[in-house]
């Protein structure tokens, strides 16, 4: 009998080693992190199924099923992902057979998940599986993954808890601006922006390439443009003070590096919507091309910050022809269908004592409405130009919302800076619209109390929770014109913004709470939630060695 009892144990103590044998592969070890899946932007729905988490370690493979060159590109942004957080650098290779799945991420298209951009994550005892219908939504879902992921400073196992996890953003246009003429920034960190972007689950990058005080992109037809305008010989110390620093400050994109930023983008499913500010925020292209404005100059690249009344001559017909040239190229770099026009703060004090202007305001028998001038719709009726002979290329154009005052076409995106009335207005008659109200959206104002009075910002407070209570869609909106909300869009505005580091102090982690804006259903928000989830964030961004805001990190 006791022979037997003891055969019994031994017997079953043979088949316990045995088991935890064929599951070592996935058991995890007593030191390992485990990981969490509360991350920014908030999921649609995260739903753990409280079994025994999968071990990811350095055996994990990342495989992908199919021979498809995008899906393996994004299985190499995860390998990358979960090595710079976990310093596990993972095998990549194709699936071979469902049994293969085992113990590995497994990146799998299927047709059957609708949206472009939506995804599943499901993390079971026995590995990862991936599922969009595009490379995009795994993309995207990779950005899921490595949030969820410790940061930690050697190679150890993660427990990843057991887990279903399916995912879609709320809008389709989730960008972020950054202002090149201001201030120049460097392609490598206009390419760090945009891996900055891809980390909050943006899309759209809005590149502010021309204004007053420099004139950036290479334009092949105008040279002078970045030879001249490209170039201040100074600039304002302080805040428009009498004092300038006397030093020559500029510099300019040239065609083959845009096309490597659009393409760098684009490998991060974030398309590039390049702006020409125009026929305001001029002075660049005019001290290159002084007879394109109404006096003839001679002007300068500003010095000042500001509006200026020297803008591009509505009645000289060199204009129009200059600004299709330049547009030609424009839209050959950037191949997406959203082109910028700007439009924004062009004051008529040159168009109203023009002979020229007010020629062509006669010519085309402009008649102004009540609370309209005539100048107004001149700078529509140009607006239109362009906008027709952009859609002859099958481009839009969009314009800040200035110009929905000069009765421009419905065809037309309107960006609404100027608070959030005129989007909703925009959208009311007809128009795409994007929000970027300057109130919570501009991150060049400042984020606490304490730096009002610091050189820090432009002036205005937009502190981090001001930008998560934004809603762009107003509640009076009826739903047939709350669909001409395409999105939303913070801007960083770069007159006081000098060096890379403040670029970054301005917009972390601001970013994080623009990303839940853009991306997360309203009743899935709550801001003591996402002072929590920011945490593992900051731990991102401190891996990067990027400057964040301390605010919130209390
Ligand atoms: C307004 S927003 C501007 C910019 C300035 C910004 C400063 C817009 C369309 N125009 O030219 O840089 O304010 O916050």
């Known amino acids: 009998m006791i022979h037997l009892r003891r055969f019994f144990i031994c017997f079953v103590l043979t088949l316990a080693a045995y088991c935890a044998q064929a599951q070592s592969d996935f058991a995890i070890p007593m030191e390992s992190l485990e990981a969490c899946y ?12 409280e079994k025994t988490p999968f071990g990811l370690g350095e055996n994990t493979c990342i ?15 995860l390998q990358q992902f979960i090595s710079e957080s976990t310093c596990m ?61 410790p940061v930690q400073p050697k190679s150890l196992m993660v427990a990843m808890p057991t887990v279903n996890i ?46 007053d005080q420099g004139w950036r992109p290479e334009i092949k037809c105008y040279p002078r443009l970045t030879e001249i305008g490209a170039y201040r010989s100074g600039t304002t110390v302080g805040r428009n003070t009498i004092v300038d620093d006397g030093q020559r400050y500029g510099g300019s994109y040239t065609q083959q590096e845009m096309r490597d930023i659009v393409a760098y983008a684009k490998e991060r499913y974030i398309e590039v919507v390049p702006e020409i500010d125009m026929p305001g ?29 020297d803008v591009l001559c509505m009645g000289n017909d060199e204009v129009m022809v200059f600004v299709k040239n330049i547009l030609d190229e424009i839209a050959d770099i950037f191949p997406y269908e959203l082109i910028h026009i700007g439009g924004d703060e062009c004051p008529r004090d040159r168009w109203k004592v023009c002979e020229k202007c007010q020629n062509r305001i006669n010519e085309l028998g402009l008649i102004p409405r009540e609370g309209q001038s005539k100048e107004d719709l001149l700078q529509g009726w140009f607006a239109r130009e362009i906008q027709k002979y952009m859609s002859q290329k099958g481009r839009r154009v969009i314009g800040w919302d ?15 800076w100027r608070g959030a009335e005129p989007g909703a207005k925009a959208a009311s008659l007809g128009h795409d619209v994007i929000m970027t109200p300057v109130n919570p959206m501009y991150f060049d104002y400042y984020q606490s109390k304490d730096e009002r009075h610091e050189p820090l910002s432009i002036g205005g407070y937009v502190p981090v929770e001001a930008v998560y209570a934004f809603e762009p869609v107003a509640e009076a909106l009826p739903t047939d014109k709350a669909q001409h909300i395409l999105g ?17 102090y301005m917009v972390l982690p601001r970013m994080a709470a623009l990303s839940e804006v853009q991306w997360t259903q309203p009743e899935r928000k709550d801001y003591d939630s996402f002072l929590k989830r920011s945490w593992a964030m900051k731990a991102i961004y401190d891996r990067y060695n990027w400057t964040v805001a301390p605010h919130i990190f209390k």
């Not at 509360?38 to 199924?49: A, E, F, G, S, W």
């Not at 925020?281 to 500003?302: D, F, I, N």
């Not at 076409?409 to 609404?416: L, Q, R």
């Not at 505005?493 to 970054?504: D, F, G, L, R």
């Open 38 to 49: 509360d991350v920014i932007p908030r999921p649609q729905t995260v739903t753990l199924t």
């Open 63 to 77: 495989l992908y099923p199919e021979v498809n060159t995008e899906v393996a590109r994004v299985a190499k942004f």
């Open 89 to 149: 650098t993972l095998p990549i290779r194709q699936q071979n057979g469902k049994k293969d799945a085992l113990g590995n991420i497994v990146l799998a298209l299927d047709k059957r998940i609708s949206g472009q951009e939506a995804y599943n994550i499901i993390v079971t005892t026995k590995g990862i599986t991936i599922t969009a219908s595009t490379a995009e939504g795994l993309f995207r879902a990779a950005q899921t993954l490595r949030k969820s992921l």
């Open 166 to 211: 399916s995912d879609s953003p709320r809008f389709g246009y989730r960008g972020m601006h950054l202002d090149c003429s201001r201030h120049f920034f460097s392609v490598d960190f206009v390419k760090q922006y945009i891996d900055m972007l891809a980390l909050h689950g943006m899309n759209r990058f809005h590149w502010h390439l021309s204004d």
């Open 281 to 309: 925020h001029m002075l660049g292209a005019l001290a290159a091309y002084p007879q394109l404005g109404c006096t003839g100059g001679p002007y300068e690249v500003s010095h000042l910050w500001g509006v200026f009344p």
């Open 402 to 416: 200035e110009i929905l005052g000069c009765d421009v076409d419905t065809t037309t995106i309107i960006m609404s």
């Open 488 to 504: 939303v869009q913070a801007n960083v505005w770069a007159e006081y913004i000098a060096c890379t580091s403040h670029v970054e």
